[in-house]
């Protein structure tokens, strides 16, 4: 697969987040949020042109843009909030382990959720394993329930739109659709603390867009 967008080497410096506004808790720094947003929006293209690769996620399940690099402290993106199971949880860009083991994480080669045509942010969490039960509520949601993802630029909104069980090896989930604007969460399904062969989804689409 052909490279990422990669970082600017002489960013330009903003002093505060333009998300500040909209409540997200994002501490005031020198972060380079347009250059952020920008290849982020490159990414997303990309994967929507060249495809993706599934590959080489079980070896490197880093996400291709580091947002350190941009000045983001942690690696946090933002928040994912859905308010008919009472969670908000930190959102990280990668599955690594120590972003599952504090919040949900942006699997490797899906969109970066920052809202768009010809996107799917495939988000993973934890329902039980080691004793994080992130997701384990996320079986009671229903057709129409909102899910917030807020990132460092804005706050966008999501309707469930389906709800099923599928296999571990079952890739489809994360596969971008050309005409949705999309973010699908995913969970190891049954919850009994261990990890499991199967995986709960749910599929949401932008609110007053489109989406399968």
Same mark, same amino acid.
């Given at each position: 697969?052909?490279?990422?967008?990669?970082?600017?080497?002489?960013?330009?410096?903003?002093?505060?987040? /333009?998300?500040?506004?909209?409540?997200?808790?994002?501490?005031?720094?020198?972060?380079?949020?347009?250059?952020?947003?920008?290849?982020? +929006?490159?990414?997303?293209?990309?994967?929507? !042109?060249?495809?993706?690769?599934?590959?080489? +996620? /079980?070896?490197? /399940?880093?996400? !291709?843009?580091?947002?350190?690099?941009?000045?983001?402290?942690?690696?946090?993106?933002?928040?994912?909030?859905?308010?008919?199971?009472?969670?908000?949880?930190?959102?990280?860009?990668?599955?690594?382990?120590?972003?599952?083991?504090?919040?949900?994480?942006?699997?490797? !080669?899906?969109?970066?959720?920052?809202?768009?045509?010809?996107?799917?942010?495939?988000?993973?969490?934890?329902?039980?394993?080691?004793?994080?039960?992130?997701?384990?509520?996320?079986?009671?949601?229903?057709?129409?329930?909102?899910?917030?993802?807020?990132?460092?630029?804005?706050?966008?909104?999501?309707?469930?739109?389906?709800?099923?069980?599928?296999?571990?090896?079952?890739?489809?989930?994360?596969?971008?659709?050309?005409?949705?604007?999309?973010?699908?969460?995913?969970?190891?399904?049954?919850?009994?603390?261990?990890?499991?062969?199967?995986?709960?989804?749910?599929?949401?689409?932008?609110?007053?867009?489109?989406?399968?």
């Amino acid at each position: 697969m052909a490279a990422r967008a990669e970082g600017k080497e002489d960013p330009k410096i903003h002093t505060a987040s /333009p998300s500040a506004e909209k409540g997200a808790d994002f501490e005031k720094a020198e972060i380079d949020f347009e250059g952020l947003y920008t290849n982020l +929006q490159a990414y997303n293209q990309c994967l929507l !042109e060249k495809g993706q690769d599934f590959t080489c +996620q /079980p070896e490197h /399940p880093e996400f !291709e843009i580091r947002l350190t690099a941009y000045g983001l402290k942690d690696n946090l993106f933002g928040y994912i909030d859905i308010p008919a199971i009472q969670l908000k949880l930190p959102l990280y860009l990668g599955s690594e382990e120590k972003y599952l083991r504090t919040g949900a994480a942006v699997i490797r !080669e899906t969109s970066a959720p920052i809202g768009g045509m010809g996107t799917n942010a495939v988000i993973a969490a934890h329902n039980g394993w080691n004793g994080t039960k992130r997701f384990i509520k996320c079986e009671a949601l229903r057709k129409n329930d909102r899910i917030y993802i807020t990132n460092f630029y804005e706050t966008l909104c999501y309707q469930v739109t389906d709800h099923y069980i599928t296999t571990a090896q079952d890739d489809s989930v994360m596969r971008i659709e050309k005409n949705a604007d999309c973010i699908t969460l995913i969970t190891c399904y049954p919850y009994t603390g261990r990890q499991t062969e199967e995986r709960l989804v749910i599929r949401a689409k932008r609110e007053n867009g489109s989406g399968s």
